[in-house]
């Protein structure tokens, strides 16, 4: 049984678009998994300017994971870690008590070409919230693929199809780029409390009714999630177990509101250290939003 039924909203970051998808009002997250943003699909000119790209900005209490189904970005963090990351690869960086980092496009920059791809934050468990912050790349062995009748497939991270994917994670979770040919079918594991599939391109049909990309279906605890696509389809699988409720505000996550305030002061007295690679400009924090007007 479908829960739930999420479309994507449009956002301008300067230069090229996202589909935010999570956190959505009616539903702020799908297991561990607090943010979930589609890149593009866009197509860049060579020589585009450096005011697209994302600089220095900071994170505490998640793990970031960047996902790119075309295109290439290079990250930069203050840890000192640099990589670039193509297609079929994973970044996961590990916030917990706070990391600052950068995302850049040199190579679209230089030769021009698409960029699409996912961005989603995995909330850390309450015990780990404030752990050390870390980065690991991952590719090839690291990430598990299969391919059966009909459908492709690639753990990014996690346990699913009894496979398991070499990223280090905090807790149950599982995260599957699944490539469905014409009338190939696919269902989420069933082992986990909170599931979802996200039509990421083409068209998909589910429990009798047709499903678009920008689109993300909630499935019910306990209800199969089977999807299938007459035409073929690119579908994110995702969910794990609940961590319980998290405060989001800007690039912070906490399980506290006292934390989000702290990490705040810290960002805006320069106490969060910068990329040593990428220090020459950051994010400001935003300001906050103007009060209501009273009544009259």
Partial sequence: MIELVIDQKRKDLGGFEV?????????????????FDHIGPAMFQPGFPRTVDVRPHPHIGLATVTYLFQGEMTHRDSLGFTQDIRPGEVNWMTAGRGITHSERFERLRREGGPMHGIQSWVALPEEHEETD????????????????????????????????????????????????????VVETPNEYLERAAYVAEGEV????????????IVFAAGAPGVVR????ATVMLLGGEPVG???????????????????????RAGRMKLPDADNQEFIPLPDPPPPANPMS
């Fill in 245 to 267: 409720p998290r405060f989001i505000e800007w690039n912070f996550v906490s399980s506290s509101k006292d934390r989000l305030e702290q990490a705040k002061a810290d960002w």
């Fill in 229 to 232: 696509s007459e035409r073929g």
């Fill in 133 to 184: 912050p870390a980065f690991h790349h991952h590719a090839g062995a690291d990430l598990p693929a299969g391919d059966d009748a009909g459908l492709r497939w690639r753990l990014v991270a996690g346990e699913a199809f009894g496979a398991r994917a070499g990223v280090k994670t905090f807790s149950p979770i599982f995260y599957l780029h699944c490539e469905l040919a014409p009338g190939g």
């Fill in 19 to 35: 589909g935010r998808v999570l956190p959505y009002a009616k539903r702020r997250m799908v297991g561990p998994f607090v943010f």
């Fill in 205 to 216: 049909e589910c429990e009798g009714s047709a499903y678009h990309a920008g689109q993300m």
